[in-house]
């Protein structure tokens, strides 16, 4: 089994290479992003409250987003190839739950796969991706906000799986198939 967590500032391209991993690795994708954002689509509760935080640049509680989560991970069952985390664990407190679920059904974490862009192209590319995604948090504002949470709230789990010798960083600058070479190389020698 390969469980990989895909991590990086809003805007890095987790969401593009995770698509080519799951298709090259045939794994289960899990994006908490996407979750939320059917949740606010279908106007449910849980979106309502998500949307409140999102729309701010802020992150959403680990509470409820550990929830989701769980609920999610079951749902894949047991006979799959693995799975990608992409945009979770976004604090160090959720990194520490996910790591208990895991090891509590004996599975494991194999890598953190960690995209890093400059400032100014990730700045570039969310401003173009406002102009047709309508996202209420891709304008200047709120990726200005996001970009700072994710320094203070995220970049620490980073260390964590540093610390945990299940770390890999990738230089996310350059083509999307000249990335996706970079991150292969590092999934091919996890198998
Ligand atoms: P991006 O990486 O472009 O910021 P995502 O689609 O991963 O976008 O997430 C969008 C927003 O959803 C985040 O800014 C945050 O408010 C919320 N969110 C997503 N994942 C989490 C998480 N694991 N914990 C808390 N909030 C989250």
Not at 83 to 95: E, N, S, V
């Amino acid at each position: 089994m390969l469980n990989i967590i895909i991590c990086g500032a809003p805007g890095c391209g987790k969401g593009t290479q995770s698509d080519l991993i799951v298709e090259k690795y045939k794994l289960k994708h899990l994006s908490t992003g996407d979750l939320l954002r059917k949740e606010i689509a279908n106007k449910s509760e849980l979106g309502q409250v998500a949307e409140s935080f999102i729309s701010k640049g802020n992150l959403v509680p680990d509470e409820m987003i550990i929830n989701i989560l769980a609920k999610n991970i079951e749902a894949f069952g047991n006979d799959i190839n693995g799975i990608i985390l992409d945009g979770f664990p976004r604090t160090l407190a959720q990194a520490e739950v996910l790591e208990t679920m895991m090891s509590k059904n004996s599975k494991e974490i194999n890598v953190l796969v960690d995209l890093s862009v400059k400032k100014e192209e990730l700045i570039d590319r969310l401003l173009k991706r406002g102009q047709t995604s309508g996202r209420s948090d891709d304008n200047m504002e709120t990726i200005t906000k996001r970009l700072e949470v994710y320094e203070k709230q995220t970049a620490p789990v980073s260390k964590f799986y540093q610390n945990l010798d299940k770390y890999a960083a990738i230089n996310g600058m350059g083509s999307i198939d000249e990335i996706f070479g970079r991150i292969s190389t590092v999934l091919d020698s996890k198998l």
